[in-house]
């Protein structure tokens, strides 16, 4: 049982009134981010068919929840994310350069591993926004980045106004640093034990470059070849001191090129999902030069309303023995 339960734990909120801050907090951040980004909200489907190629393959092992539809007969998988359908959907819906949207995704994650941040059910705000090819450059993923970050800061002022026991903890600015800078001062720790010290060190970081071999030969992260630019990605990491670890509440990046796309498909050996509608649209040049992310929902507000787990702002599923434990914690599952 990957379970954390804070010692003398009492929420901050009650039921009730962690249901009225959760919609404060969504609404408010939803609001702010679109602002920040010049994002427009899109309806997105919950379901794509496994040929259109444009499921989010995460770490290329997850298995997609499947079912067949009684009136087509085909065979549909629920979602892992958008993270391709929004590029498409960019061109579809006729948006410019400097123009974006953004989607409640709802997803299902059968084979997560639940702990306190992690939920088969998966709640997240997927934004992407199209980009001129000049800026195609870590200077650019920069600016986006600090953009959310402030979004972010703005959204923790507003729950401290609202509930004055609640006390701001993120620093005032985020720390930009590489999975290679990671690798090279802690050759000795896991991944996750790099990004819990330097969560801890700064307050708030954005890891770059996921994906991609690091000097030991191993990556820091799985992620899929045909989404993020391995080299312009990352993700922002706050340190929760609830819960005394590292909390990912945004996976982002530039999106691949056909360049780019070609290189890391060949790295996976997965070179045949060129033949993919979206994948062979995006080499042929038709799809447009995009910048995107997810921005996770629940995790935010587990954040910002000092929970400590994440069956306090969703409902989902949990083993029948973390239920018990929760109870006995003090720990009000949903």
Known sequence: MNLIIPKDYNPVLDLRDTEIAI????????????????????????????????????????????????????????????AKWKRQALKTYGFSVGEGLYTDMNAIRRDEITDNIHSIFVDQWDWERIMAPS??????????????????????????????????ELPDAITFVTTQQLEDDYPDKTPKEREYIA?????????????????????????????????????????DPLLDISLEVSSMGIRVDPDTLRKQLKIRGCEERAE????????????????GGGIGQSRMCVYFLRKAHVGEVQASMWPEEVVKACRNGNIPLL
Not at 61 to 77: Q, Y
Not at 206 to 233: E, I, K, T
């Open 23 to 82: 919609k404060l907090v969504k609404d408010f951040f939803e609001q702010e981010l679109a602002k920040a980004l010049n994002l427009t909200r899109v309806s997105a489907p919950i379901m794509v068919t496994p040929e259109s190629g444009l499921n989010d393959n995460l770490n290329g092992v997850e298995r997609p929840v499947s079912f067949d539809v009684l009136e087509t007969g085909a065979t549909v998988e629920i979602v892992h994310s958008l």
């Open 135 to 168: 800026e195609r450059n870590e200077q650019f993923l920069r600016d986006i980045v600090n953009r959310i970050y402030l979004t972010l800061r703005k959204t923790e002022g507003f729950v401290c106004a609202h509930y004055p026991h609640i006390k701001p």
């Open 199 to 239: 969560a801890k060190k700064y307050g708030a970081v954005f890891l770059m470059q996921v994906g991609g071999a690091l000097r030991s030969g191993q990556p820091h992260d799985g992620r899929a070849p045909d989404y993020d630019d391995w080299n312009l990605n990352g993700d922002i990491l706050l340190y």
């Open 276 to 291: 993919l509608p979206f994948q062979k649209a995006l080499l042929a040049g038709e799809l447009p030069q995009t910048i």
